[in-house]
C-alpha cells in the first residue's frame, strides 16, 4: 500500500532525507521517518544512512525539547534493530537487543516525565480517592511511592516505544521486500522463531534483571518471545492455507485479552524447540 512511497524515498539519498525530516516534523508521523531511516539503513548500511537517520533525529530532538520523548527514542531503536539485522539476518537477535536497549533508557529515567513522577501522584490523589489510599497504603509499608510510579510511566513508555520500533522495523523489511525481493518478507516472517540460545538469552536478562534490581529487563524481555508467537500464527495459518479472517480474530482476541498474550508466549516458548512449522510443512 505504501510502496510508492519507499520507491520515491529509495531514488537517492536526497529524497530520503528530506521524507525522514518531514514526517518525523508531524505529529503521529514519527514512525514514517523512523521507517524511511530503517529503510535505507536495511539496504545501504549504515554508514551510508547517516544522512538519511541524522535528518530524522533533527526534528526528533525538536520534539523530544517539547517533552516527547518518543519520535527520538523510537528512531534510535528502530536503527540499531535495523543495523543488527542487516548484519546477522536474525530477527531474534534484533529484537532482543532492541528489548534490551530499551530496557536501559527505563533504567536511565529518559522516559520520565519533566519533573519526575511527583506531579502524576499529586493528580492522581487529588483525583481520586482511592489512588490516594492506596497510595498512602503503599507509603506506609515502606515503599518509595514516587520512585514506583515513575518506573511504572517508564515502562509503559518504553513498552510503546519497543512496540513502534519493532512495527516500523518490519514496515522497512517488507518496503525492502517489496522492493527488491518480492514476496520475501512474507516467507522472512513466517519462519520467525526464537533459536533456543535466544531464548535461554532472554531468561538470562530476566534473571539478571531480578538478581540486580532492574525492573526494566524484566519490563520488555518477554517482547521478542511475543513477536516470535505471532509470527508462529502467521505461519502456521500460511501453512494451512487459512482464511484471512483468521488473522483478524487473532488480533482482535490478542489486543482485548490477556489470556490470549499468554498463550501466545507459551506458544512461542515451546515453539523454539519443537518448530511447529515445520512438522506442518511435513506433515502436508
Known amino acids: 500500500m505504501m510502496l510508492p512511497v519507499a520507491r520515491l524515498m529509495m531514488r537517492g539519498t536526497p529524497q530520503a532525507a528530506v521524507g525522514a525530516a518531514v514526517s518525523t516534523l508531524v505529529p503521529w508521523l514519527f514512525w514514517l521517518g523512523a521507517a524511511i531511516a530503517a529503510l535505507v539503513t536495511l539496504r545501504r548500511g549504515l554508514a551510508p544512512a547517516l544522512p538519511v537517520i541524522i535528518a530524522a533525529a533533527l526534528p526528533a530532538g525538536w520534539w523530544w525539547t517539547q517533552g516527547d520523548v518518543i519520535p527520538l527514542s523510537s528512531l534510535l531503536l528502530v536503527v540499531l534493530m535495523a543495523v543488527v539485522l542487516r548484519a546477522r539476518l536474525r530477527w531474534g537477535e534484533a529484537?532482543?537487543?532492541?528489548?534490551?536497549?530499551?530496557?536501559?533508557?527505563?533504567?536511565?529515567?529518559?522516559?520520565?516525565?519533566?519533573?519526575?513522577?511527583?506531579?502524576?501522584?499529586?493528580?492522581?490523589?487529588?483525583?481520586?480517592?482511592?489512588?490516594?489510599?492506596?497510595?498512602?497504603?503503599?507509603?506506609?509499608?515502606?515503599?518509595?511511592?514516587?520512585?514506583?510510579?515513575?518506573?511504572?510511566?517508564?515502562?509503559?513508555?518504553?513498552?510503546?516505544?519497543?512496540?513502534?520500533?519493532?512495527?516500523?522495523?518490519?514496515?522497512?523489511?517488507?518496503?525492502?521486500?517489496?522492493?527488491?525481493?518480492?514476496?520475501?518478507?512474507?516467507?522472512?516472517?513466517?519462519?520467525?522463531?526464537?533459536?533456543?540460545?535466544?531464548?535461554?538469552?532472554?531468561?538470562?536478562?530476566?534473571?539478571?534483571?531480578?538478581?540486580?534490581?532492574?525492573?526494566?529487563?524484566?519490563?520488555?524481555?518477554?517482547?521478542?518471545?511475543?513477536?516470535?508467537?505471532?509470527?508462529?500464527?502467521?505461519?502456521?495459518?500460511?501453512?494451512?492455507?487459512?482464511?484471512?479472517?483468521?488473522l483478524v480474530a487473532f488480533y482482535v482476541l490478542l489486543i482485548t485479552t490477556w489470556p490470549m498474550i499468554l498463550i501466545v508466549l507459551l506458544a512461542a516458548l515451546i515453539d523454539s524447540f519443537a518448530d511447529f512449522r515445520a512438522r506442518l510443512g511435513r506433515s502436508d
Not at 529515567?109 to 503503599?138: D, Y
Not at 520467525?192 to 524481555?221: H, I, N
Open 95 to 246: 529484537l532482543i537487543i532492541g528489548a534490551l536497549a530499551g530496557a536501559v533508557m527505563i533504567q536511565l529515567g529518559i522516559f520520565l516525565p519533566p519533573g519526575g513522577a511527583g506531579p502524576l501522584l499529586e493528580q492522581l490523589r487529588q483525583g481520586s480517592p482511592e489512588v490516594a489510599a492506596m497510595l498512602k497504603e503503599f507509603s506506609r509499608q515502606g515503599m518509595d511511592t514516587e520512585r514506583l510510579a515513575g518506573l511504572m510511566v517508564s515502562g509503559v513508555t518504553g513498552l510503546v516505544v519497543l512496540l513502534a520500533g519493532v512495527a516500523c522495523l518490519a514496515l522497512a523489511r517488507s518496503w525492502q521486500a517489496g522492493l527488491y525481493n518480492p514476496g520475501g518478507f512474507r516467507e522472512e516472517f513466517h519462519a520467525l522463531r526464537l533459536a533456543p540460545r535466544e531464548l535461554a538469552l532472554l531468561v538470562l536478562l530476566g534473571v539478571v534483571g531480578v538478581l540486580f534490581g532492574l525492573p526494566a529487563l524484566g519490563m520488555l524481555a518477554w517482547i521478542p518471545l511475543l513477536v516470535a508467537g505471532i509470527a508462529l500464527v502467521h505461519g502456521v495459518i500460511g501453512v494451512k492455507g487459512m482464511n484471512g479472517l483468521w
